[in-house]
C-alpha cells in the first residue's frame, strides 16, 4: 500500500493530527514515546493522546519498558501496518453498502421525489404528501423531480469504489 494511502486512512479513522505521527512513525519499530515528540516536535501529551487514538484503532501497538536511570516506565510503540489493509478493506465495505442503500431508495422511487423551490428539501412521495407537497421549512410548494441524475451518480460511485 502506497504511503499517500496509509497517510490519507490515518486522517479519515484517527484525525489530521495523527498524520505526522503515522508519517514517521510507519516505517520504525520501538520507538519510544519522547522520541516520537522531539522527531515530530510535537508535545508529549499530544503523542500519548494521538498514539492511544491509533492503539484504540489498533494501528499501533507498544510495550513498556522501565528507564534505568530516570525510574520510570516509557512506551515504545509500533505501527501495525496490516491494520490499514484490514480498515481500508472494512471502510470501502461500509461505503459501499451505504451508497447501495441509497441507490435502492432511489430506484423504487423513480422520478417520484420532490424538491423544495428553494432546494431547502428534498422528499420521498410519502412524506411529501404528509406535508401536503409544501416545504415544512420555508412553505414553498415541492416541485416533482426526476432523480435519473442522483441514480446515475451512485451508479459511477459505487463502480469506482468497487474497482478502488
Ligand atoms: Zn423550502
Given at each position: 500500500?502506497?504511503?499517500?494511502?496509509?497517510?490519507?486512512?490515518?486522517?479519515?479513522?484517527?484525525?489530521?493530527?495523527a498524520v505526522k505521527i503515522v508519517d514517521y512513525l510507519r516505517d520504525k519499530p520501538n520507538i519510544s514515546e519522547f522520541k516520537i515528540a522531539e522527531k515530530t516536535k510535537?508535545?508529549?501529551?499530544?503523542?500519548?493522546?494521538?498514539?492511544?487514538?491509533?492503539?484504540?484503532?489498533?494501528?499501533?501497538?507498544?510495550?513498556?519498558?522501565?528507564?534505568?536511570?530516570?525510574?520510570?516506565?516509557?512506551?515504545?510503540?509500533?505501527?501495525?501496518?496490516?491494520?490499514?489493509?484490514?480498515?481500508?478493506?472494512s471502510l470501502k465495505t461500509q461505503k459501499l453498502e451505504k451508497y447501495k442503500y441509497r441507490l435502492s431508495v432511489e430506484e423504487a422511487n423513480k422520478n417520484n421525489f420532490f424538491m423544495c423551490s428553494n432546494a431547502c428539501i428534498r422528499l420521498d412521495f410519502q412524506s411529501a404528501t404528509e406535508h401536503d407537497f409544501k416545504c415544512p421549512e420555508c412553505g414553498n410548494l415541492l416541485n416533482q423531480m426526476d432523480n435519473m441524475k442522483t441514480i446515475e451518480f451512485l451508479?459511477?460511485?459505487?463502480?469506482?469504489?468497487a474497482s478502488a
Open positions: 500500500m502506497s504511503s499517500k494511502k496509509v497517510l490519507e486512512l490515518t486522517k479519515e479513522i484517527v484525525g489530521e493530527d510535537t508535545e508529549i501529551h499530544e503523542v500519548r493522546n494521538i498514539l492511544y487514538r491509533l492503539h484504540n484503532h489498533n494501528l499501533a501497538t507498544y510495550i513498556k519498558k522501565k528507564d534505568r536511570q530516570k525510574g520510570w516506565y516509557i512506551s515504545y510503540w509500533t505501527f501495525n501496518k496490516r491494520r490499514v489493509r484490514e480498515l481500508t478493506d451508479k459511477v460511485k459505487i463502480k469506482e469504489l
